[in-house]
């Protein structure tokens, strides 16, 4: 399931994960978020840029509740809870927002 | 709920050259979502795998010893050492990186995971445990 980012097409595999993680731009994760029927906005954003940062520091997407338990560490229990974080990525905050973020799935996610 | 088991991971090998090494830690990552009392265990070559200042530059492979790093995010906190195969290889805690986890029954204080230990205690360690998988 390949992307098109203005005219230049992206490698993913069969489930949307890119291939080559040097491919990502920010273009890039508003088409994954489109295909995704996820608009982006400041809050998505949030996430997805926190798991970059987490990738970039640690060499793994982290799997969904260490992902919440590190948000709540960063941002606060507002933002690193279920419900915050179901409602900004329906199909499971780890699976989506790492695929946003152009991120491997997650480790650890059975 | 079934009862907690005691899983010990046993790392014998250098961090490449093979797979063994980062599939121990992958099967360690997984398994950390099934709320085991989970430990690791380094000795003969192994212990190179938590060396600090890896770079895997000259052999196109990803350097993932930073993902030790985030094993106390997924509750894994144990991280034995076998003082002997540190010896026996030129190798002082010195050469080792900081893994830390933060102890949530102490007000979240940071801990090393870390620990170093003898040989014999090492023995007794690997008969405590309820399943022992070794790569």
Known sequence: ?110 | MSEVKKFLYVNRKAPYGTIYALEALEVVLIGAAFDQDVSLAFLDDGVFQLTKGQNTDGIGVKNFSPTFRALGDYEVTKLFVEQESLDERGLTTDDLQEVTYEDEDDDWAEKPSIRVVSRAEMADIMANQDVVLSF
Not at chain 1, 33 to 50: G, Q
Request: net charge negative; charged share 25%; hydrophobic share 35%.
């Open chain 1, 1 to 110: 399931m390949d992307y098109d980012v203005n005219g230049t097409t992206i490698a993913a595999d069969e489930e949307g994960y890119i291939t080559n993680l040097a491919d990502w731009t920010p273009d890039l994760a508003g088409v994954i978020a489109k295909a995704e029927n996820i608009e982006m906005d400041d809050e998505r954003w949030e996430v997805v840029n926190f798991l970059r940062d987490y990738y970039d520091e640690y060499q793994i997407a982290p799997a969904v509740r260490v992902l919440i338990k590190s948000v709540k560490k960063s941002m606060g229990p507002e933002k690193g809870n279920n419900k915050y974080m179901y409602e900004l990525f329906p199909y499971g905050p780890a699976k989506q927002a790492c695929k946003i973020a152009g991120l491997p799935k997650p480790t650890g996610c059975v």
